[in-house]
């Protein structure tokens, strides 16, 4: 069970950004502001409730009460598919397994460019979606520890917004290499670990209800590296895109949202403090490998 809790994150953010100023980057007056809103926080009786008790979901269960409405849902994540096309439309068209595929969107997008799509994916209610977007393809139920593919039968894998919530990164990267063809490549596109410290984690609702959160895990650069190159995959590429820059200009909130919108219905009550807590973090990691094996 995780606890969760408004002012926590709030003073959280508040903290990362007198650090940041502890080092240089921001002036007395931003930190004496720091410190007098801190006393507001402490002070506020919105914030003096209790926090919530959110259950951790598994990706099953999780995707299944996703799945309706994952497509409706903004996500910023898909701000950064211009990145992946860049490393995706130089290479000839082949076998491609979109690993983890969800809804099929990376799918459509393989198959659009000539590629024979396989998808596998661990939650039934996600591949029907990605049945009916590509009816083309071939969508399989699959765990990314055991894909349902042959050794050596791709030339690309696509895996997005997968690997933060598996604990290690090892034995999938070993997968992947296992079902690449030499010379073939991998593209990872995940949520970056500075995000995932800062709670960029799914929430979902399950079915009494009751809040729940899908597992997030913190894999560094460096683990990303070693995991690679132990299978013989080697860096072509490797980007760390920022999000969108915080307003300044906004006004705080006058109340706490709701617990599905935490912490995004929390940062208006502290906006130059998130800017600064966030100023220059990347939103995610995007990696393209090549196998060298043979």
């Not at 849902?73 to 068209?93: C, M, Q, R, S, W």
């Not at 290690?168 to 290499?177: D, I, K, N, Q, S």
């Not at 690679?228 to 490797?238: D, F, H, N, P």
Request: glycine share 10%; hydrophobic share 45%; with cysteine.
């Amino acid at each position: 069970m995780i606890y969760e809790h408004p002012l926590a994150y709030l003073l959280g953010l508040e903290g990362i950004a007198l650090m940041r100023a502890f080092t240089g980057e921001h002036d007395r007056t931003f930190v004496e502001a720091r410190i007098a809103e801190i006393r507001r926080l402490l002070d506020d009786e919105s914030l003096a409730g209790p926090g919530v008790d959110v259950a951790r979901v598994d990706t099953v269960s999780g995707y299944r009460a996703w799945s309706a409405t994952y497509d409706e849902t903004p996500n910023a994540a898909f701000d950064f598919e211009g990145v992946v096309k860049e490393i995706v439309d130089p290479l000839p068209a082949g076998a491609a397994l979109d690993a983890a595929c969800g809804t099929g969107r990376y799918a459509a997008a393989l198959a659009k460019r000539g590629h024979r799509v396989v998808g596998v994916d661990s939650s039934p209610e996600m591949l029907a979606l990605a049945r009916e977007r590509v009816p083309q393809g071939e969508f399989l139920l699959g765990d990314l520890h055991r894909l349902p593919v042959a050794d050596d039968e791709v030339d690309l894998v696509v895996c997005g917004l997968a690997l933060t919530h598996l604990p290690a990164l090892e034995p999938v990267l070993a997968e992947f290499a296992r079902v690449l063809r030499p010379g073939g490549h991998l593209v990872i596109v995940d949520v970056h670990p500075e995000r995932v410290a800062r709670g960029s984690n799914p929430a979902v609702r399950g079915p009494d209800g009751q809040p729940g959160r899908l597992p997030g895990y913190r894999h560094l650069v460096g683990d990303y590296l070693r995991a690679a190159l132990e299978v013989g995959l080697q860096v072509r590429r490797c980007e760390e895109p920022q999000g969108a820059a915080a307003d300044s200009a906004r006004t705080p909130s006058e109340t706490v949202g709701p617990w599905e919108q935490w912490p995004w219905s929390l940062v208006d009550m502290v906006p130059e403090a998130e800017s600064a807590a966030n100023a220059g973090v990347p939103a995610m990691i995007i990696w393209d490998f090549q196998s060298v094996g043979g």
